[in-house]
């Protein structure tokens, strides 16, 4: 018997063998299997809530910072109300504005009479601008002056307010825009 | 392929609970000899079972109709088997195959000799576990040297000589086997 022949008797003794499994195999793989499926689907349903979770958040930044812009041009803020700005600028032209009314009742109609030069209209933010109902006795500019921080782009206002007295006119020749 | 087999598998890569029931019915017997086949415990080859039907139903979409379904499932559970093999090899005290004294024979001795499927596969199962599993492979599944080399881990001269000294060490296994026979 050539080694061809051995191989192929073993083949033809072994060719379509079964045996029976145990039956707690078939529960151990089905439960394996569904294991597994509940997995992918968990996974899939994780992934999906992320994407559109990157999606939502995605969005709503467009829309927020669209929404911002929105407002910064068109919302006109309450003339009375101490806005939580950084904005040193801003916060001197309130000061002034303040001690103006203090002072000078006339101040601001003074004011509005002149033409705005271009360089004014840029300054000068609309809020600020439309100030009819302010109460000046209400705040004391000192309490006021030290609890605002004022950026250095501002610093030389407070001395320019010291010199208002003498003068109706204050706005902002001096006072530089922080970038 | 019989159309109603397409038709299963085709609820297989579905995802079919029903249809994988089905075939695992109709193929597990299949499986479970292979498994033990290449395992030396039971134990072992209930492992290598399971393994390999959860790469079946999870694989499942990747098989193309054109090939033989048994085929690719003997494929799966011969691979897992490997692969469970291979595993177990580096925790497990290997014997040396050149410490196995074959001795050759003359295959013209068996040749009016029948032996049983039970016996054959109890010669088999003395190979050392080295030429055993070479010889399961080349002999039975009809792997090449090339396939064996590569799924062993071995060298392809060394698949060569495993498979001879297997040929002769289960020739020599069975000539014992025939001589109790006799004087029995």
């Not at chain 2, 033989?68 to 014997?95: M, P």
């Not at chain 2, 698949?159 to 289960?170: E, F, G, I, M």
């Amino acid at each position: 018997m050539k080694n061809e022949e051995f191989d192929q008797y073993i083949q033809s003794q072994f060719a379509g063998e079964s045996i029976a499994p145990p039956q707690q195999i078939e529960g151990a793989i089905f439960e394996a299997i569904a294991k597994i499926e509940r997995r992918k689907k968990f996974g899939r349903m994780a992934a999906g809530i992320m994407i559109l979770g990157a999606l939502a958040y995605g969005t709503s930044g467009v829309f927020s910072s669209g929404s911002a812009v929105h407002k910064e041009s068109s919302v006109e803020l309450p003339a009375n109300t101490q806005q939580p700005s950084v904005d040193g600028e801003q916060d001197a032209m309130s000061l002034q504005r303040m001690d103006l009314q203090e002072k000078q009742p006339n101040a601001l109609e003074d004011r509005t009479m002149k033409s705005p030069t271009a360089a004014d209209s840029e300054r000068v933010p609309p809020s600020s601008v439309a100030t009819p109902k302010i109460q000046p006795k209400t705040i004391e500019p000192v309490a006021i002056r030290s609890a605002q921080p004022v950026d250095q782009g501002a610093h030389e206002i407070p001395v320019i307010l010291q010199d208002v007295g003498e003068e109706t006119w204050v706005l902002p020749a001096t006072v530089e825009v922080k970038e | 392929m019989e159309a109603a087999e397409i038709h299963i598998i085709e609820r297989c890569k579905k995802g079919d609970p029903n249809a994988q029931r089905q075939v695992y019915t109709r193929y597990s017997s299949m499986m479970f000899a292979v498994a033990i086949r290449y395992t030396n415990a039971r134990v072992d080859a209930e492992d290598v079972m399971q393994e390999s039907w959860i790469k079946v139903f999870r694989h499942i979409k990747s098989f193309g109709e054109h090939n033989s379904f048994e085929g690719w499932l003997r494929r799966i559970v011969v691979n897992t088997a490997i692969t469970h093999y291979r595993r177990n090899q580096k925790h497990t005290f290997q014997l040396d195959i050149d410490e196995v004294h074959a001795t050759p024979k003359d295959f013209e001795a068996f040749k009016d000799l029948d032996f049983t499927k039970d016996e054959l596969a109890k010669a088999i199962a003395q190979l050392p576990k080295g030429y055993g599993m070479v010889f399961k492979l080349y002999v039975i599944e009809g792997f090449k040297h090339k396939e064996i080399a590569e799924q062993l881990g071995i060298d392809l001269n060394t698949s060569k000589s495993q498979l001879s000294r297997a040929r002769r060490y289960l020739q020599d296994v069975l000539h014992g086997m025939s001589q109790r026979a006799i004087k029995e």
